[in-house]
């Protein structure tokens, strides 16, 4: 197995770049995967080279083998100028306004945000004294008219967390750059295989690693990757002076699992299509929120921006009681009830937006819930819903 220039390895398809990156057999023994490297203390050897910090790495909290090779498997697929790894997908949200938002500054939040990403923007940013205001995330262009003359950064989320709200990323993008202005994106829905975010002008993308690219729900990891060097090098500096290390065992975990992603996603995309489909035709259902669905609001710019979904949507009950859903969601025995997503097993989870939403509050006929569609026979998941059908009947 020889080693291929850069440039070369640069034109193979994504399948062949993501069994390839951030691996050497030649620099792990002969083995075929990069080696789990512990470590805080790296030795050198002298004193000359230790002054000058002489080293291939230098110390821990710096970065170390297993990371190397996870950040080159993300970068692969992100295309940007280097990626950063986190200890979880949140800290990937959170730390690219540490990094580029200083007190004074303004920043602008869609409000289909990741809900802990806005917790953290209403207490901690607030208090390090940046202003934060959210914005409807069906905005694009006229975002434009929001921004002030502090604003440094909007963050987009796209389709929104539980809500599925598509946005313009480049129509927002566009506006943004000719201001000066960042555009970042939490791409966790799409991951870069689908949403080719750096492309359509974003300039910092995150991805909660927890979900697709670890894949199995047994690792908290994320990722920031930036778009230019300039960016990229800003970004690493508060990585290393934050402390953000990512154990190895994480990171050796989420490259496994990153070898198979395009895989998965590829099971899972029609796997959910087919479901939201299934969903829409019940009477039961009053919609399915899904923007691969040819009736969703935000299809247009999905099927224009988009090469892909994830298995992750939403959908709304006809006028129906609480008590009656739970009677349908409690007796499943497939699904799974809790957050997070992107394993391979399947999940539902009931939501309320409205609790906390700030500029725009959907209108939803009857209760919501987001459903997760993993690697199992569809038949069996369609059976396991069908049978909660019955008992939301019978409840009702
Ligand atoms: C899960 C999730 C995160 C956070 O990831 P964790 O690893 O669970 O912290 C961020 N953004 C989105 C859209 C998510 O769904």
Redesign the pocket.
């Known amino acids: 197995m020889k080693k291929l220039p850069s440039s070369e390895f640069a034109r193979l398809g994504t399948r062949t770049r993501l069994a390839l990156a951030g691996r050497d057999p030649s620099d792990s023994y002969g083995f075929v995967n990069p080696p789990i490297v512990r470590g805080s203390t790296v030795i050198y050897p002298n004193t000359e080279d230790f002054l000058a910090r002489k080293a291939r790495y230098t110390y821990g909290t710096h970065g170390n083998p297993t990371l190397d090779a996870l950040e080159a498997a993300a970068n692969t697929i992100e295309g940007g100028a280097g990626v950063v790894v986190t200890p979880?997908?949140?800290?990937?949200?959170t730390l690219p306004f540490l990094a580029f938002l200083s007190a004074g500054d303004h920043v602008l939040v869609t409000d289909s945000v990741?809900r802990?990403?806005r917790n953290f923007c209403d207490s901690f940013l607030k208090r390090m004294g940046v202003e934060v205001s959210y914005y409807d995330p069906l905005v694009g262009a006229d975002i434009a008219k929001l921004f002030q003359p502090n604003t440094k950064a909007v963050w987009t989320?796209a389709p929104g967390?539980q809500t599925f709200e598509m946005q313009d990323i480049p129509a927002i993008a566009k506006a943004a750059a000719a201001r000066g202005i960042l555009t970042m994106m939490?791409n966790?829905?799409a991951t870069p295989l689908y949403f080719d975010s750096h492309a359509f002008g974003v300039d910092i993308s995150v991805q909660?690693?927890?979900?697709y690219y670890a894949g199995h729900s047994d690792v908290?990891?994320?990722t920031i990757s930036a778009r230019t060097p300039e960016l990229y090098k800003t970004l690493r500096k508060a990585w290393e002076e934050l402390g953000v290390i990512v154990a190895p065992e994480d990171a050796f975990l989420t490259l496994r699992g990153m070898r198979t992603m395009a895989i998965r996603l590829k099971e899972q995309m029609p796997a959910g299509i087919e479901m939201a489909k299934w969903l829409q035709a019940r009477p039961e259902i009053a919609r399915v929120l899904h923007p691969a669905l040819p009736e969703d609001p935000g299809h247009a710019l999905w099927k224009r921006d988009f090469t892909g979904a994830s298995s992750l949507f939403a959908f709304e009950f006809a006028p129906v009681s609480m008590k009656a859903v739970a009677a349908m969601l409690d007796g499943l025995t497939l699904f799974g009830m809790g957050a997070?997503?992107g394993g391979y097993e399947s999940l539902v989870l009931p939501f309320d937006c409205r609790a906390y939403r700030t500029a725009t509050t959907p209108d939803y006929k009857g209760p919501t819930v987001r459903i997760h569609i993993g690697l199992e026979n569809l038949e069996d998941l369609k059976a396991d819903l069908e049978a909660g059908f019955a008992r939301l009947k019978a409840a009702s």
Request: proline share 4%.
């Open positions: 979880s997908g949140l800290l990937a949200c990741y802990p990403t989320e967390s939490d966790t829905w909660a690693g927890t979900k908290l990891i994320g997070s997503w």
